[in-house]
């Protein structure tokens, strides 16, 4: 019942396009079929030429036959058309979910789980789940379509025949249906142990240069091959399982060829049949056959593709973190001489940091305001809650005046710029960098963006100036120009609050000095608060609230 389940959700996900997606694989399914059926039944009137008087009339027969089997294959390419571009529209659907979601999914998500994983889901699990409607699902249902046609045909010629090698088929498909809770099994593992691999390789190529320096022993390698093993275990013990149904279906491909040549010899002796009948049957019955074959190989393989649907469900009813532009009319501000207030809040991670006591403080409007604190007191964390990172276990926070619980994190977000200790740069220009702050920026304000933030003298330095592209993680540059780049990216944002985590904490002085002066020409009519250790920077500070 619950593959079932997860099968009609899988069909959902194409939502009006379904329709028309079944009648595209019904009438390819039909049409196809009733090629085949004019085919033999073309075959019988040419057998039984011989014994038509009136040759006049054979003819006809055939010319007719000949039209409606070259009508039923034009028909049947319409179709197939009409099925393969709503497959692939569902695919990039299911896969547009998945990324959608990745996206919305709160902190805690990508605390507990590696990016690997949702790397793995994104690409493969969607993939392999997305092949239901690109063949898995036709490869299943066609058969059956083509199964009635073909039986109704053979029924009309020669009833006997029909039920005898429709029953060898019916039994092919119960056994091939007993194997596929195997293969579903192995798929199960198959996705689990694909995901762990991709974390291990994820791993080493995201961070190489520690790889390099400190992995002498290729541990992370090891670890890589380790996974790799438990693939290739998972991936052999769903081979075994198909390489079985493969086999049984070989052999009753065999058996019900050796059947219908001892059937239809002894109904042709016992005048049950004609030749000509015997002939049409056969034609047809070699591709009635082949369809139950591919039913009974089908089938387990549709079902190891609902295992990954399954998983990818799963993932898709992780609870969202909630970003509402506006959550209920509390959200209107109140008159407030500071930009962001903390009442009373504590917050307590899984592993036991974070804010322990109940914390209360205020950051004034249009002030240079300094955090400071010991290490592990919480400020970094009190960022994130205001942020709305993660939802707040006690007290209220409240941002230009309005709750953020009410405000919606979309609004809250909106209206703070954010610069991590460790600034992350994109693998484009320094020019589409910088626009990240604001997409619909001019490139005029890009460049004023930059001069403000001291970094347009470096840029025009480099090798096409802001059209360069900055390598992985903007490795090719220095600490202070990472840092520039990313105080550009606040300064396009425009927001009226600013936030920097450590700032100049790993910078040289001179690098310190242009930050520092950056920082300088944004306070004058934004709240800029910088988590910070540094004196130097705590005393360019107009207010220091202590943690």
């Known amino acids: 019942m619950q593959t079932f389940k997860i099968f009609v959700r899988t069909l959902k996900v194409m939502k009006k396009q379904l329709f028309i997606y079944l009648t595209a694989i019904i009438m390819m399914t039909v049409m196809s079929s009733l090629f085949e059926v004019a085919n033999s039944a073309f075959t019988k009137q040419v057998i039984d030429c011989s014994q038509e008087k009136n040759i006049n009339v054979t003819v006809i027969k055939l010319l007719v036959t000949a039209l409606l089997g070259i009508f039923a294959a034009i028909l049947a390419s319409v179709f197939m058309l009409i099925y393969n571009n709503k497959a692939k529209w569902a695919a990039l659907e299911l896969k547009k979910q998945v990324v959608s979601k990745a996206l919305k999914l709160p902190m805690q998500y990508y605390d507990e ?100 320096m400190y992995d002498n022993c290729n541990m992370g390698l090891k670890r890589y091959q380790s996974a790799s093993k438990q693939y290739v275990a998972a991936q052999k013990e769903k081979m075994k399982w198909i390489a079985l149904s493969e086999a049984i279906n070989k052999g009753f491909e065999l058996l019900c060829a050796l059947m219908f040549v001892v059937v239809g010899v002894i109904l042709v002796q016992k005048k049950l049949a004609t030749v000509g009948e015997i002939s049409g049957i056969y034609t047809m019955y070699a591709t009635l056959s082949f369809r139950f074959l591919q039913l009974g190989k089908n089938y387990p393989e549709l079902m190891n593709c609902i295992v990954y649907a399954e998983k990818i469900f799963k993932f898709l009813e992780y609870k969202e973190e909630d970003i509402s532009e506006e959550l209920n009319n509390d959200s209107v501000a109140k008159n407030t001489e500071n930009a962001i207030e903390v009442k009373n809040v504590a917050f307590i991670y899984k592993n036991g ?148 985590d450590e700032a100049t904490s790993a910078l040289d002085n001179e690098s310190e000095r242009l930050v520092q002066e950056a920082i300088g020409n944004i306070s004058s009519n934004k709240t800029v608060i910088m988590i910070a250790h540094r004196q130097t920077t705590i005393n360019r500070a107009e207010i220091v609230v202590r943690m």
């Not at 409607?133 to 045909?153: D, K, M, N």
């Not at 460790?422 to 304000?445: C, H, K, Q, T, W």
């Not at 202070?480 to 009226?496: C, F, M, N, V």
């Open 113 to 212: 789980h590696h990016s690997g994983e949702m790397l793995a889901m994104s690409v493969y699990d969607t993939d392999i789940a997305s092949e239901i409607y690109s063949s898995r699902l036709r490869r299943v249902l066609a058969p059956i379509v083509s199964v009635l046609v073909f039986t109704i045909s053979m029924f009309i010629i020669n009833p006997i025949m029909a039920v005898i090698m429709l029953t060898l088929n019916i039994l092919l498909f119960l056994i091939n249906t007993f194997i596929a809770n195997p293969v579903k099994t192995a798929g199960r593992r198959l996705s689990y142990s694909n995901a762990r691999m991709t974390e291990r390789l994820s791993n080493m190529i995201a961070g190489i240069e520690i790889s390099k």
């Open 353 to 500: 940091s974070g804010i322990k006591d109940k914390k209360s403080y205020e950051f004034p409007n249009n002030k240079l305001i300094a955090l400071t604190g010991k290490s592990g007191c919480g400020k970094s964390t009190l960022v994130k809650l205001i942020l709305g990172y993660y939802p707040l276990q006690n007290g209220q926070i409240y941002v230009l005046g309005r709750n953020i619980d009410n405000w919606g994190y979309h609004n809250v977000r909106n209206n703070i710029a954010y610069i991590p200790q460790e600034p992350y740069l994109f693998e484009v220009s320094i020019m589409e960098n910088i626009r990240y702050g604001r997409y619909n920026a001019s490139d005029e304000e890009v460049v004023n963006a930059a001069k403000l933030a001291n970094a347009h003298d470096f840029i025009m330095k480099c090798c096409n100036g802001y059209d360069t592209i900055i390598g992985k993680h903007g490795n090719n540059l220095s600490g202070g120009e990472r840092q520039r780049i990313a105080i550009a990216r606040a300064i396009l944002k425009d927001t009226p609050v600013i936030i920097m």
